[in-house]
């Protein structure tokens, strides 16, 4: 690490991304290479001697850039956004330029994340127990997922220590058939049986939510069957169509059984801290946890999920084994007094990417202004969309748009609806556009219909894209109809 070397070689590679962000449309937005064509590309073993970065770089553009999805283009339309921004790509710098190992060590590091973590809990108007003035705490984990192991554990070993260790194959996780794959994983992955999991059923009518109703009624099956209810989980913004589980009342009926509640607006949260959304996180002071990640909508490069705890008796020290290493230990573990947090007892890792630096950066480049004026441009864009669906009367919109995720389908020919025909036919089309390589987009499937998904919020994405994707939605419909008709 020469630093006249570090400076040139840096600048080399922020240029190629900075020429790569400009011309990042130009490429297929999908990838169109075969799986396994990279190891015919390049060299099946390590080079013994240093090469070049300009070789390396080449590599890049002709071997590596073909087999990329472009998350960054304008015309990706997929999954959610993973949203940029020049603040973001500072902040990654320099959380990656400082490359701390435990955030125990560093004083700055450790106060930084508290304080930029009541910053967001301040953004999303999140009730004072969450705040560290209030005694709850925050802390930013690398992804969902996480954050639900990390809170499944808490709030397992706390019902386990209370009823006794062997009771664990009893324990039941209620969420809804709507809620991200990962839940069901991290279940597993803390040892709960599968068959522990209770995916409940949601319906159109509900708008894909949760309801209270449904929640009690499977509580109290299984307590009719001597097993645990321990864990519920609340989404806000699902991953298949953007619906969100009314958190005030299925918060009501955790605390009337005693259930952590645990609530993931990885995507919609973001949104919520606009005024106008922010009435979906009413009921949040019911919940014992509740994350978001700003990798998705908030402008900050992967990875960052924010995890907040309400109140101590929640802590995720408590609930996370503490193993006690000498090595471990700082001269802080001494004293009587805290005044500095030791994230490692608050996470899977004993080391830490310095991420409260890049939300911090993040944060402070744009404040709170910015953010609101980038989700609502994102949410008219859709809702744009959704006017130009609207009126094509060969399409229809298939659930209530609530951020920035459009849920569209071509309609079934026939007055009596086939549903295996309308799914062929809606992932030909599907298949048509992606295949174009103009834009990327994905289908979910809910409630036993197949319909496409238009994520709207790529940072590069403006009205020009929307409307030239509409116009290949429209010609490729036009063509896939007519194969149907013949
Ligand atoms: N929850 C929701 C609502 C999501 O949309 C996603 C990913 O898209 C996840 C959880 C999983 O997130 P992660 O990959 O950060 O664990």
Not at 99 to 122: F, R
Not at 467 to 486: D, H, P, R
């Amino acid at each position: 690490l020469e630093p006249t070397d570090f400076s040139q070689e840096s600048k080399k590679v922020i240029d190629f991304i900075a020429n790569y962000y400009t011309n990042v449309e130009k490429f297929p937005v999908l990838s169109q290479v075969k799986p396994g064509y990279l190891k015919t590309l390049l060299p099946d073993s390590a080079p013994v001697s240093s090469e070049s970065l300009e070789d390396i770089l080449n590599d890049i553009t002709t071997s590596i850039m073909p087999g990329i999805t472009h998350w960054q283009s304008p015309n990706f339309f997929a999954y959610f956004p993973a949203t940029t921004s020049t603040a973001g790509f500072l902040g990654e710098m320099l959380c990656s330029g400082f490359n701390l190992g435990e955030t125990n060590t560093s004083p700055a590091a450790a106060e930084l994340e508290t304080l930029v973590m009541d910053w967001m809990a301040q953004m999303l108007e999140l009730p004072p127990s969450f705040l560290s003035s209030g005694n709850g705490s925050g802390v930013l984990q690398l992804s969902t997922s996480e954050a639900m192991v990390c809170t499944l554990a808490t709030a397992r070993e706390k019902v386990l220590r209370e009823k006794g260790y062997e009771g664990i194959s009893r324990l039941v996780v209620y969420a809804s058939d709507q809620t991200h794959s990962s839940l069901q994983k991290c279940v597993e992955l803390v040892g709960i049986p599968p068959s522990n999991f209770r995916c409940l059923p949601t319906t159109y009518s509900d708008g894909f939510s949760l309801t209270p109703r449904t929640l009690e009624d499977a509580i109290e099956k299984d307590i009719e069957s001597g097993l645990v209810p321990f864990y519920v989980c609340a989404t806000v913004g699902t991953t298949g169509c953007g619906a969100v589980d009314p958190v005030e009342e299925l918060g009501k009926v955790a605390r009337k059984y005693n259930l952590w509640f645990h609530i993931d607006a990885a995507y919609g949260g973001s949104a919520c801290i606009c005024p106008e959304f922010r009435h979906y996180l009413d009921g949040v002071e019911h919940a014992n946890s509740f994350s978001m990640s700003p990798h998705k909508w908030f402008l900050t490069y992967v990875d960052c999920c924010c995890l907040w705890v309400q109140n101590p008796d929640n802590s995720l020290k408590e609930g996370l084994p503490t193993i006690g290493t000498e090595y471990l230990m700082n001269d802080d573990d001494d004293s009587e007094s805290k005044d500095m947090e030791d994230y490692k007892d608050w996470q899977i890792a004993s080391n830490k990417r310095f991420l409260a630096i890049k939300l911090w950066v993040v944060i402070r480049r744009h404040g709170l202004a910015t953010f609101r004026f980038h989700i609502r441009s994102d949410v008219k864009l859709a809702s744009y969309f959704e006017s130009l669906v609207a009126k094509d009367n060969r399409f229809e919109v298939v659930v209530p748009r609530k951020f920035a995720l459009v849920c569209f389908r071509l309609k079934s020919s026939h007055s009596k609806e086939d549903k295996n025909q309308n799914q062929e036919l809606n992932k030909n089309l599907l298949l048509e556009v992606n295949k174009s390589g103009h834009a990327f987009m994905i289908h979910a499937v809910v409630d036993g219909v197949f319909f496409i998904r238009c994520a709207i919020g790529s940072t590069l994405t403006q009205e020009c894209h929307v409307v030239s994707l509409w116009k290949l939605i429209q010609e490729k419909a036009t063509s896939v109809l007519l194969n149907f008709s013949n």
